[in-house]
T-cell receptor, first 114, second 113 residues
Framework: DVKVTQSSRYLVKRTGEKVFLECVQDMDHENMFWYRQDPGLGLRLIYFSYDVKMKEKGDIPEGYSVSREKKERFSLILESASTNQTSMYLC?????????????FGSGTQLSVL | DQQVKQNSPSLSVQEGRISILNCDYTNSMFDYFLWYKKYPAEGPTFLISISSIKDKNEDGRFTVFLNKSAKHLSLHIVPSQPGDSAVYFCAASAEGRDDKIIFGKGTRLHILP
């Protein structure tokens, strides 16, 4: 089974801190994604990557950056955390051409910014 | 503007009855549609998908119907079981595009005993 692992389940940070969310997948998937989930807003794409060192902005990239130095690892960076970035963050991976890109998600990181 | 719409935030269904979750889309370029299921404190998991060349796909208790002319799809769960209580996300994508999957806002399904 595909395993997508997010480094933290719960994280509490202060406003202005730099925050790193790490994600690792073990199935050699080319594609990796970062979403955030908020009540009433569903899943919104922050950034995605189709290859090492490649990144593309999603729907809500402001305030975030990403890093993909190795195929299996995709990091989300909050340069200066703000309270409106309190959310559930979900990492996913997929193989392109799987008929609609079936995504495999990690368990999520619930981030609280105080 | 929302390209994938789930207009019912929540739905309650008696155990053993049929659950019907609806989804509308606006982009005629979408040609793959997926349903994901999410339990609290877990990531979403893929449930079932359908290509635009089909109008129905079935997998056990789960059936997805696609009406292209109406730009509407629905997920039927029959019979509904307590473990089906979760949030269900409808999603759509366009094959061959260097693109991303678009998710709806989700419908929370409660299966009542």
């Amino acid at each position: 089974d595909v395993k997508v692992t997010q480094s933290s389940r719960y994280l509490v940070k202060r406003t202005g801190e730099k925050v790193f969310l790490e994600c690792v997948q073990d199935m050699d998937h080319e594609n990796m994604f970062w979403y955030r989930q908020d009540p009433g807003l569903g899943l919104r794409l922050i950034y995605f990557s189709y290859d090492v060192k490649m990144k593309e902005k999603g729907d809500i990239p402001e305030g975030y950056s990403v890093s993909r130095e190795k195929k299996e690892r995709f990091s989300l960076i909050l340069e200066s955390a703000s309270t409106n970035q309190t959310s559930m963050y979900l990492c996913a991976s997929s193989v392109p051409g799987q008929g609609g890109e079936k995504l495999f998600f990690g368990s999520g990181t619930q981030l609280s910014v105080l | 503007d929302q390209q994938v719409k789930q207009n019912s935030p929540s739905l309650s269904v008696q155990e053993g009855r049929i659950s019907i979750l609806n989804c509308d889309y606006t982009n005629s370029m979408f040609d793959y549609f997926l349903w994901y299921k999410k339990y609290p404190a877990e990531g979403p998991t893929f449930l079932i998908s359908i290509s635009s060349i089909k109008d129905k796909n079935e997998d056990g208790r789960f059936t997805v119907f696609l009406n292209k002319s109406a730009k509407h799809l629905s997920l039927h769960i029959v019979p509904s079981q307590p473990g089906d209580s979760a949030v269900y996300f409808c999603a759509a994508s366009a094959e061959g595009r260097d693109d991303k999957i678009i998710f709806g806002k989700g419908t929370r399904l409660h299966i009542l005993p």
